[in-house]
């Protein structure tokens, strides 16, 4: 499954928790990583965890793809979810592993169907809980 593009694959297990977040709320978020030029699994943060313990899990100077199942509730008083795409690339990441991460990220994020609202972050301040938030609504 490498694309042509990026040379990039995507492991079978990213796509199976995708679901299982998607379907099952399993999980309240995946963390994605490549890795010998593929998409692995590197952290699944169980329902319980919060937006804080997800952004804590993010490395201060390597890039990643996320997926945050985001609750919240509405002007209407209605228990809604959004699946949020992140793709965490910081400044102080290394100028290659930037470029590999953005070319490989839409092949990636087709491979995740259910995705509502996508974000770039390059600090902890782009994807604070207030834009996730106000993105939300």
Partial sequence: MAN??????????????????????????IIFKIEDQQVVLEKLGGPEESY??????????????TVFDFDFVTSENCQ?????????SPDTSKVRMKMVYASSKD???????????????????????????????
């Fill in 52 to 65: 804080d313990d997800f952004t804590k899990s993010l490395p201060e100077d390597e890039c990643r793809y």
């Fill in 107 to 137: 092949r990636f994020k087709r491979e995740l169907d259910g995705i509502q609202v996508e974000l770039q972050a390059t600090d902890p301040s782009e994807m604070s809980f207030d834009i996730i938030k106000s993105r939300a609504l």
């Fill in 4 to 29: 042509a593009a990026s040379g990039m694959a995507v492991h079978d297990d990213c796509k199976l928790k995708f679901l299982e977040l998607k379907s099952k709320r399993n999980y309240r978020y």
């Fill in 80 to 88: 809604k979810s959004k699946i949020f795409f992140i793709a965490w």
